[in-house]
C-alpha cells in the first residue's frame, strides 16, 4: 500500500530550490559585479603606473633643470619666485629658502637704470622674450654678470601664468676679456715704443757710419800710392761692411716705419703701385734682363706708398733668387669675398717648404752673403704691410721651382665709398 504524501516535505523542498535559485542569481549578479570592479581596478591601476611615469618624468626632469649649469629660476606673473636651480643657489649666494616667495629685486646691482627694468617688464607682459646682458648682485655684495633670457609661460588657454629665466654667468668672460684688452693696449704701447726706438736708432747710426764710410774712401784715394794690397784689401772689407750695415739700417728703419694703417686705407690702383715698384727698380730690372707682366690688377683698399714697399720688396727678390737665366715675373689678383688675393709669380731657384716659416722672420736668409746680397728684412717688411691692411701672406714654392708669393690686400666694398674694416680674410694658406 502506497504511503500517503507528506504535505509539509514537498513544500519545504520547493522552498528550498527557490533559494537555491535565487543564490544563484544572486551569485551571477555578484560575478558581473567582480567582474566590472576586476576592470576598474585594471583602469586604475594603468592609470597609477601612467601617473607614476608622468611623475618620474617630472622628477627627471626638474633634476635635469637643478643640475643645469646655467641658473634657471621660474617666477609667477608679479616676479614672485617660485623655483631656482641648483646653480641660481651657487651664483647668486642665496639658499633656495632664502629666494622663494622674493622677487628677483633682491639681486639688483644698481648699475641699471629704471627704464632697463621697465623695458624689460614691456616686453615680457606682451609676451616676448626678453634678452639682455645684466649686472647683478651677490648675497655677498659683489657684482656678477650674466647673459639673461626671460620667456613668458603660457598656460593651455594662451594666457600668461608666470616667466622661466635663464641666465648665464658671463663674470670670467668679460674679466678675460677685459685682461685681453689691456694686454693688447700694453702690447701696442711697447710695440709703438720699439718701432719708435728702432727709428730714433736707425736714423742717428746713418750719421757715424756715412762718416767712417767717407774716411775710408778718403784714405783710398788720397794715400793710394802709401797703401800696400792688403791695406787695399782692408779698406774694401770696411767700404763693403758699411755697405752691408746702411742696407740693414735702411732694412730696420722701413720696417719701423710701417705703422697700422687704420683709418688710412683708400682707393689705390694697384698698377700705378707696380709701376712705381718698377721705376724704382729699373737699374736691378735693366742690368738682370728682367720681364715684368702682369694681369688685370685692382684698385684696393690699401696705404699706397706701402704697397709700393710690398711690390718692390717681392720684385726685387724675384730678380735676385732668379738663378742663371733672366728673370720672369707675373703679377696677378684674384676676387676672393672681401678680399683681393695678389700672387707675384717667378721662375727663379724657389723655396724649400720646409723653410716657408722661417724665411718672413727677421734676419731670416738661406742663403751666404756671397751667394745672394741682402739682410733678411725684406719678406719681413712686406709681412707687416699686410697685416698692417688686416691681410695674410704665404709663399708656395719648391727647390728649382719657382716661387710664388701670395698676399691678400681688402677690396672696395660694393658701395663703392667706404674700405671695408680689415676683418680676417680668407685663410687659404695663412
Ligand atoms: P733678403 O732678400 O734680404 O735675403 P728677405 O727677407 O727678402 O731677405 O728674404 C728672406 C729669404 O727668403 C731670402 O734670403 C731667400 O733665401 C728667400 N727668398 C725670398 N724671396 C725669394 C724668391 N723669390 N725666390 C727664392 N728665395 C727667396
Given at each position: 500500500?502506497?504511503?500517503?504524501?507528506?504535505?509539509?516535505?514537498?513544500?519545504?523542498?520547493?522552498?528550498?530550490?527557490?533559494?537555491?535559485?535565487?543564490?544563484?542569481?544572486?551569485?551571477?549578479?555578484?560575478?558581473?559585479?567582480?567582474?566590472?570592479?576586476?576592470?576598474?581596478?585594471?583602469?586604475?591601476?594603468?592609470?597609477?603606473?601612467?601617473?607614476?611615469?608622468?611623475?618620474?618624468?617630472?622628477?627627471?626632469?626638474?633634476?635635469?633643470?637643478?643640475?643645469?649649469?646655467?641658473?634657471?629660476?621660474?617666477?609667477?606673473?608679479?616676479?614672485?619666485?617660485?623655483?631656482?636651480?641648483?646653480?641660481?643657489?651657487?651664483?647668486?649666494?642665496?639658499?633656495?629658502?632664502?629666494?622663494?616667495?622674493?622677487?628677483?629685486?633682491?639681486?639688483?646691482?644698481?648699475?641699471?637704470?629704471?627704464?632697463?627694468?621697465?623695458?624689460?617688464?614691456?616686453?615680457?607682459?606682451?609676451?616676448?622674450?626678453?634678452?639682455?646682458r645684466?649686472?647683478?648682485?651677490?648675497?655677498?655684495?659683489?657684482?656678477?654678470h650674466?647673459e639673461?633670457?626671460?620667456?613668458?609661460?603660457?598656460?593651455?588657454?594662451?594666457?600668461?601664468?608666470?616667466?622661466?629665466?635663464?641666465?648665464t654667468d658671463i663674470t670670467e668672460l668679460l674679466q678675460n676679456k677685459q685682461a685681453l684688452e689691456a694686454a693688447n693696449a700694453?702690447?701696442?704701447?711697447?710695440?709703438?715704443?720699439?718701432?719708435?726706438?728702432?727709428?730714433?736708432?736707425?736714423?742717428?747710426?746713418?750719421?757715424?757710419?756715412?762718416?767712417?764710410?767717407?774716411?775710408?774712401?778718403?784714405?783710398?784715394?788720397?794715400?793710394?800710392?802709401?797703401?800696400?794690397?792688403?791695406?787695399?784689401?782692408?779698406?774694401?772689407?770696411?767700404?763693403?761692411?758699411?755697405?752691408?750695415?746702411?742696407?740693414?739700417?735702411?732694412?730696420?728703419?722701413?720696417?719701423?716705419?710701417?705703422?697700422?694703417?687704420?683709418?688710412?686705407?683708400?682707393?689705390?690702383?694697384?698698377?700705378?703701385?707696380?709701376?712705381?715698384?718698377?721705376?724704382?727698380?729699373?737699374?736691378?730690372?735693366?742690368?738682370?734682363?728682367?720681364?715684368?707682366?702682369?694681369?688685370?690688377?685692382?684698385?684696393?683698399?690699401?696705404?699706397?706708398?706701402?704697397?709700393?714697399?710690398?711690390?718692390?720688396?717681392?720684385?726685387?727678390?724675384?730678380?735676385?733668387?732668379?738663378?742663371?737665366?733672366?728673370?720672369?715675373?707675373?703679377?696677378?689678383?684674384?676676387?676672393?669675398?672681401?678680399?683681393?688675393?695678389?700672387?707675384?709669380?717667378?721662375?727663379?731657384?724657389?723655396?724649400?717648404?720646409?723653410?716657408?716659416?722661417?724665411?718672413?722672420?727677421?734676419?731670416?736668409?738661406?742663403?751666404?752673403?756671397?751667394?745672394?746680397?741682402?739682410?733678411?728684412?725684406?719678406?719681413?717688411?712686406?709681412?707687416?704691410?699686410?697685416?698692417?691692411?688686416?691681410?695674410?701672406?704665404?709663399?708656395?714654392?719648391?727647390?728649382?721651382?719657382?716661387?710664388?708669393?701670395?698676399?691678400?690686400?681688402?677690396?672696395?666694398?660694393?658701395?663703392?665709398?667706404?674700405?671695408?674694416?680689415?676683418?680676417?680674410?680668407?685663410?687659404?694658406?695663412?
Amino acid at each position: 500500500m502506497k504511503a500517503p504524501l507528506d504535505i509539509r516535505t514537498t513544500e519545504s523542498s520547493d522552498e528550498t530550490l527557490l533559494q537555491l535559485e535565487r543564490l544563484r542569481t544572486k551569485n551571477a549578479a555578484l560575478e558581473t559585479e567582480i567582474g566590472a570592479l576586476n576592470a576598474k581596478i585594471h583602469k586604475l591601476n594603468q592609470q597609477l603606473e601612467s601617473i607614476q611615469q608622468e611623475q618620474e618624468r617630472a622628477r627627471m626632469f626638474m633634476s635635469a633643470i637643478d643640475q643645469c649649469s646655467e641658473s634657471i629660476f621660474f617666477t609667477d606673473l608679479f616676479g614672485s619666485i617660485l623655483y631656482v636651480n641648483h646653480s641660481f643657489e651657487r651664483t647668486s649666494g642665496y639658499s633656495r629658502a632664502e629666494l622663494l616667495g622674493q622677487s628677483p629685486r633682491l639681486l639688483k646691482s644698481g648699475a641699471h637704470p629704471p627704464d632697463f627694468y621697465q623695458n624689460m617688464w614691456s616686453t615680457i607682459l606682451r609676451g616676448e622674450i626678453w634678452r639682455s646682458r645684466m649686472a647683478n648682485r651677490r648675497k655677498d655684495g659683489t657684482i656678477y654678470h650674466e647673459e639673461v633670457n626671460i620667456t613668458p609661460v603660457r598656460n593651455d588657454e594662451g594666457q600668461i601664468t608666470g616667466f622661466v629665466s635663464i641666465k648665464t654667468d658671463i663674470t670670467e668672460l668679460l674679466q678675460n676679456k677685459q685682461a685681453l684688452e689691456a694686454a693688447n693696449a700694453e702690447l701696442s704701447r711697447s710695440n709703438l715704443e720699439l718701432e719708435q726706438f728702432a727709428y730714433v736708432a736707425s736714423h742717428d747710426l746713418q750719421e757715424p757710419l756715412r762718416a767712417v764710410s767717407s774716411c775710408m774712401q778718403l784714405l783710398e784715394r788720397n794715400d793710394d800710392d802709401k797703401l800696400d794690397t792688403r791695406s787695399h784689401e782692408f779698406i774694401q772689407h770696411a767700404v763693403g761692411a758699411c755697405k752691408r750695415m746702411r742696407a740693414l739700417i735702411d732694412g730696420l728703419l722701413t720696417l719701423s716705419r710701417v705703422h697700422p694703417v687704420d683709418g688710412q686705407l683708400e682707393p689705390t690702383n694697384t698698377c700705378i703701385v707696380l709701376d712705381q715698384a718698377c721705376s724704382n727698380l729699373a737699374t736691378a730690372i735693366e742690368d738682370s734682363g728682367a720681364t715684368i707682366s702682369h694681369g688685370q690688377l685692382p684698385t684696393t683698399c690699401a696705404h699706397p706708398q706701402m704697397l709700393v714697399q710690398l711690390f718692390q720688396n717681392l720684385l726685387s727678390n724675384a730678380i735676385k733668387f732668379a738663378g742663371t737665366t733672366p728673370p720672369r715675373v707675373h703679377i696677378d689678383a684674384q676676387r676672393d669675398g672681401k678680399w683681393w688675393i695678389f700672387s707675384v709669380r717667378d721662375e727663379g731657384i724657389g723655396i724649400e717648404p720646409s723653410h716657408f716659416e722661417r724665411i718672413f722672420q727677421l734676419f731670416q736668409r738661406l742663403h751666404t752673403r756671397d751667394e745672394y746680397p741682402g739682410t733678411g728684412l725684406g719678406l719681413p717688411i712686406c709681412k707687416k704691410i699686410v697685416s698692417h691692411h688686416g691681410g695674410h701672406i704665404w709663399v708656395e714654392s719648391g727647390t728649382g721651382m719657382g716661387s710664388t708669393f701670395y698676399f691678400t690686400l681688402p677690396a672696395i666694398l660694393a658701395d663703392g665709398k667706404s674700405c671695408p674694416a680689415p676683418n680676417p680674410p680668407p685663410t687659404i694658406n695663412p
